[in-house]
């Protein structure tokens, strides 16, 4: 690969990273602000959002990791991942975890 092509190459992903963030920016703004259409627009159309845990009743002090993939401007995927060891202190036993992670 020449050098003309390497810098090509590595300006065309720095392009693809900064339409992800701005598009992940836009996803904060836009749901945090209850714009829910504008939100909606950032998706692609038969993107998924995952959230694989359900209500507890408890007090649930959770940290997320969301994995936001994004093809060609629009949001592909969002998944959150996050520690199940808050989910059986909330919960309070094994056995209600598994049915609160369903």
């Known amino acids: 690969m020449s050098n003309q092509q390497t810098i090509e190459n590595q300006e065309a992903q720095q392009a693809i990273r900064e339409s992800a963030q701005d598009t992940f920016r836009n996803h904060l703004k836009h749901l945090s602000g209850g714009n829910i259409e504008a939100w909606v ?18 007090p649930y002090n959770q940290t997320y ?33 598994v049915r609160f992670s369903e």
Do not use: C, H
């Not at 990791?65 to 919960?91: C, Q």
């Open 65 to 97: 990791i969301s994995v936001v993939r994004t093809k060609d401007g629009p949001i592909e995927s969002y998944r959150d991942f996050w520690n199940p060891l808050v989910a059986i202190e909330s919960v309070g036993i094994v056995s209600d975890v």
């Open 41 to 58: 627009d950032l998706w692609q159309e038969d993107g998924m959002l995952e959230f694989p845990y359900r209500e507890t009743g408890n």
